[in-house]
């Protein structure tokens, strides 16, 4: 894992993805991150992602009642 240091206002770009990634804020232990990304590309929150690949697993089982 790369683990970079970033102030508030400052970014992380990964060009080859398009993805820009922005330091909007940082009050006490929260930090506001914007996300630029192609349309294309997914972006989740951890806890929504695990949620939406439990769901995957689930609906082919309720399907087949």
């Not at 232990?29 to 949620?51: C, F, N």
Request: aromatic residues 2%.
């Amino acid at each position: 894992m790369l683990v970079l240091s970033r102030k508030g206002g400052e970014t992380i770009v990964l060009p080859q993805l398009g993805i820009t990634l922005s330091i909007l804020g940082i009050r006490g232990d929260r930090v506001r991150i914007g996300i630029s990304a192609p349309s294309g590309i997914m972006v989740h929150r951890e806890e929504v992602w695990h949620r939406i690949e439990t769901s995957k697993i689930v609906e082919p089982n309720e399907k087949s009642r």
